[in-house]
C-alpha cells in the first residue's frame, strides 16, 4: 500500500507498491499475478485489447468526467524492464510511449499519458492544451498522478508539485508537506499524509473534498467527483458524487488497492478477487470471476 520507506529517499527512485488495478471512465483493467492483463467495459476504441500483454508490472487506465464523451480511452502498461505499451484512443498521442525506457511509474490522464523515471523526472505525451504535460522540469518525483487537466507530482522530500488547469484551485499544493500518496481527479486533488490523515483541494461541489476527518488511511484513489480511501483494517470510505452508487463502499472487507473510475469504484481483496460498485452500463463493473489479481508489492 501507499507507504514511504526511508530506503525510497534516495536518488534513485523505488517507488511504493506498483498499480495492480485501474480504472477508465468506462472500463476496468486488472494485473495478474503471472504478468498478464485482463480488462472488461467498453472497447470502442480498442482500450480492452489486452489479452496480449505479458511481463507487466503496473497498469494505469484514461479516466474522465461524466459530460466528456470522447478521450477516455486508453490503457497503459508498464514492463518489468521498464518500457511502456499501451492500447486505445490515440487522437493525441497518448499512446505514443513505445519509445519509453527506465519507467518505475505511469499514470494516465484525460488524453494523456505521464511516466515517471527511475532518475525523479518525468516524462509526458498527450493533450497539452492546459500545460498539464509541461513537466520536463520537474525532478526528484516519486509519484506521479493525472487529472483530467492538471498533473501532480509528489517529491522524495513530501511535497507536491503541480502543473495544468487551476480554475478550481486544485494545483494549489504548494504548502503541502509530509505527504506519501497523491491522486487527481476532474477538478480535485487529493493527499495522503503519512499519520493517515488526508488533505484536499480543488472543486467541492459534490462533497468530494470532505475528507478532513478521515484518519488510519493507507490508500486512496480519486473518480471524477468521488474520493476513496483505504483504511489500514481492509475497509473503505468515500465521499463525494454517488448517483451511480459508486461510494457505497462501507460494507467492503479486507481490501487491499483501491481504484475509482469516472463513476465507479473497484476493489482488490487480499485473496486476488474483485469487487466494484457503480455505473456498469458497458459492464465495466463486471469483475465477480476475477482472481488471481496481483496483489500491491514492492
Same mark, same amino acid.
Given at each position: 500500500?501507499?507507504?514511504?520507506?526511508?530506503e525510497?529517499?534516495v536518488?534513485?527512485v523505488k517507488?511504493w507498491p506498483k498499480?495492480?488495478?485501474?480504472?477508465g471512465?468506462?472500463?476496468?483493467?486488472?494485473?495478474?499475478?503471472d504478468g498478464?492483463v485482463t480488462?472488461?467495459?467498453?472497447n470502442?476504441?480498442g482500450q480492452?485489447d489486452?489479452?496480449?500483454?505479458?511481463d507487466?508490472v503496473?497498469v494505469a487506465?484514461?479516466n474522465?468526467?461524466?459530460?466528456t464523451?470522447t478521450?477516455?480511452a486508453h %490503457? +497503459?502498461?508498464l514492463k518489468? !524492464?521498464g $518500457?511502456?505499451t *499501451?492500447? /486505445?484512443?490515440?487522437? =493525441? &498521442? @497518448?499512446?505514443d #510511449?513505445?519509445d519509453?525506457s527506465d519507467?518505475?511509474?505511469v499514470?494516465?490522464?484525460w488524453?494523456r499519458?505521464?511516466g515517471?523515471?527511475s532518475?525523479?523526472t518525468?516524462?509526458a505525451v498527450?493533450?497539452?492544451?492546459?500545460?498539464e504535460?509541461n513537466?520536463?522540469?520537474?525532478?526528484?518525483i516519486?509519484a506521479?498522478?493525472?487529472?483530467?487537466?492538471?498533473?501532480?507530482g509528489l517529491?522524495?522530500?513530501?511535497t507536491v508539485?503541480a502543473?495544468?488547469?487551476?480554475r478550481?484551485?486544485?494545483?494549489?499544493?504548494s504548502g503541502?508537506s509530509?505527504?506519501?500518496a497523491?491522486?487527481a481527479?476532474?477538478?480535485? %486533488? +487529493?493527499?495522503l499524509k503519512s !499519520?493517515? $490523515?488526508v488533505? *484536499?483541494? /480543488?472543486?467541492n461541489k =459534490? &462533497? @468530494?473534498?470532505? #475528507?478532513?476527518?478521515?484518519s488510519?488511511?493507507?490508500?486512496i484513489s480519486?473518480?471524477?467527483?468521488?474520493?476513496?480511501g483505504?483504511?489500514?483494517?481492509?475497509?473503505?470510505?468515500?465521499?463525494?458524487?454517488n448517483?451511480?452508487?459508486?461510494?457505497?463502499v462501507?460494507?467492503?472487507r479486507?481490501?487491499v488497492?483501491i481504484a475509482?473510475g469516472?463513476?465507479?469504484?473497484?476493489?482488490?481483496?487480499s485473496?486476488g478477487?474483485?469487487i466494484?460498485?457503480?455505473?456498469?452500463?458497458y459492464?465495466q463493473c463486471d469483475?465477480?470471476d476475477w482472481?488471481?489479481?496481483?496483489l500491491?508489492?514492492?
Amino acid at each position: 500500500m501507499d507507504y514511504i520507506s526511508s530506503e525510497e529517499t534516495v536518488l534513485k527512485v523505488k517507488p511504493w507498491p506498483k498499480d495492480t488495478i485501474a480504472t477508465g471512465r468506462r472500463h476496468t483493467v486488472g494485473l495478474k499475478s503471472d504478468g498478464a492483463v485482463t480488462a472488461m467495459g467498453d472497447n470502442k476504441y480498442g482500450q480492452c485489447d489486452v489479452s496480449g500483454w505479458c511481463d507487466i508490472v503496473a497498469v494505469a487506465a484514461g479516466n474522465v468526467h461524466m459530460a466528456t464523451n470522447t478521450g477516455n480511452a486508453h %490503457t +497503459i502498461g508498464l514492463k518489468s !524492464d521498464g $518500457t511502456v505499451t *499501451a492500447v /486505445g484512443w490515440n487522437k =493525441h &498521442d @497518448q499512446c505514443d #510511449v513505445n519509445d519509453w525506457s527506465d519507467i518505475v511509474a505511469v499514470a494516465a490522464g484525460w488524453r494523456r499519458t505521464i511516466g515517471l523515471k527511475s532518475d525523479g523526472t518525468v516524462v509526458a505525451v498527450g493533450r497539452n492544451n492546459e500545460g498539464e504535460c509541461n513537466v520536463s522540469s520537474w525532478h526528484d518525483i516519486m509519484a506521479v498522478a493525472a487529472g483530467d487537466w492538471h498533473t501532480i507530482g509528489l517529491k522524495l522530500d513530501g511535497t507536491v508539485t503541480a502543473v495544468g488547469n487551476n480554475r478550481y484551485r486544485q494545483c494549489n499544493v504548494s504548502g503541502w508537506s509530509d505527504i506519501v500518496a497523491v491522486a487527481a481527479g476532474y477538478l480535485h %486533488t +487529493i493527499g495522503l499524509k503519512s !499519520d493517515g $490523515t488526508v488533505t *484536499a483541494v /480543488g472543486s467541492n461541489k =459534490h &462533497d @468530494q473534498c470532505d #475528507v478532513s476527518d478521515w484518519s488510519g488511511i493507507v490508500a486512496i484513489s480519486v473518480g471524477s467527483n468521488h474520493t476513496i480511501g483505504l483504511k489500514s483494517d481492509g475497509t473503505v470510505t468515500a465521499v463525494g458524487w454517488n448517483k451511480y452508487g459508486q461510494c457505497n463502499v462501507s460494507d467492503w472487507r479486507d481490501i487491499v488497492a483501491i481504484a475509482a473510475g469516472c463513476a465507479h469504484t473497484v476493489g482488490l481483496k487480499s485473496d486476488g478477487t474483485v469487487i466494484a460498485v457503480g455505473d456498469n452500463e458497458y459492464s465495466q463493473c463486471d469483475v465477480s470471476d476475477w482472481h488471481g489479481i496481483q496483489l500491491p508489492s514492492n
